[in-house]
């Protein structure tokens, strides 16, 4: 596997230093990068990171289709080691840092576990592409009156997911505690995505509260600065065709 040579290389002065060498392959907008971009920024994690740009549809390129299948990303390579799916990637990057964020107990692990796989389903496939997705990506809108429909049948099924997070949250800081977890990383990826398409999250005083603490993270503006490029090119598009 040859890719092209990396596009930054991220190691900041107190870096914590994996066993081999890390490389994410990435694109800074996406959904399931951001997640595991900020929480290696946030534990200062030394990875390389190589650009995949989803808009000219690099991931489709032939050395990437090598690398994945599935023509996503993320993707991320330990040495020879080439790991998919962006909840076992965190997964794997908290195991191989000793990270307190995927905990060692069997209980409080498998709660975090659970809270991703609710992330990993209900809420990327009601939510996110139910929601978001269809709005501002071409090759999930429908046609006519097809789009409307689609959109009214995942109204609901959000908003009931978002009522259950809410309560899963209810008081505490974090979603599985008061210490954060790779869960909050995970879940604070997919609902920051509504923001793509202005979804108001007021009802949800807990999720937002929530969302606000991640967002309050030293490292995530410049970690979500492609993504609000990205929000801002949609708004600027949408007032032009108003
Ligand atoms: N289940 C995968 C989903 C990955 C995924 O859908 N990535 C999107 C970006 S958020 C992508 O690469 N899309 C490109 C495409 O499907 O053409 C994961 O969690 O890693």
Not at 119 to 135: A, E, I, P, Q, W
């Amino acid at each position: 596997m040859t890719p092209p040579a990396p596009s930054r290389t991220v190691s900041p002065p107190s870096s914590r230093k994996a066993p081999g060498a890390l490389r994410l392959h990435y694109d800074p907008a996406s959904t399931t990068c951001r997640p595991i971009i900020l929480f290696a920024s946030e534990n200062a994690i030394e990875m390389d990171f190589q650009l995949v740009d989803l808009f000219s549809d690099e991931n489709r390129s032939d050395w990437y289709t090598r690398l994945n299948a599935n023509q996503a990303v993320p993707v991320l390579e330990h040495d020879d080691f080439v790991l998919t799916e962006s909840s076992a990637i965190l997964k794997y990057l908290a195991d191989l840092t000793d990270s307190p964020a995927y905990p060692k107990d069997l209980q409080q692990r498998a709660r975090v576990n659970e809270v991703m796989d609710f992330f990993n389903t209900y809420m990327m496939r009601d939510y996110v592409y139910g929601l978001v997705y269809s709005r501002v990506l071409g090759h999930y809108r429908l046609n006519g009156a097809a789009q409307a429909q689609y959109i009214a049948l995942h109204e609901p099924r959000a908003v009931r997911r978002l009522k259950a997070l809410d309560t899963w949250i209810g008081t505490k800081t974090f979603i599985c505690g008061d210490s954060i977890s790779i869960a909050d990383y995970f879940g604070s990826g997919i609902v920051s995505a509504g923001e793509l398409v202005g979804y108001d999250l007021r009802p949800w005083a807990n999720v937002t509260r929530w969302l606000n603490t991640m967002k309050s993270l030293p490292t995530w503006d410049e970690v979500h600065a492609g993504f609000y490029g990205w929000r801002s090119a949609i708004e600027a598009q949408n007032r032009a065709t108003a």
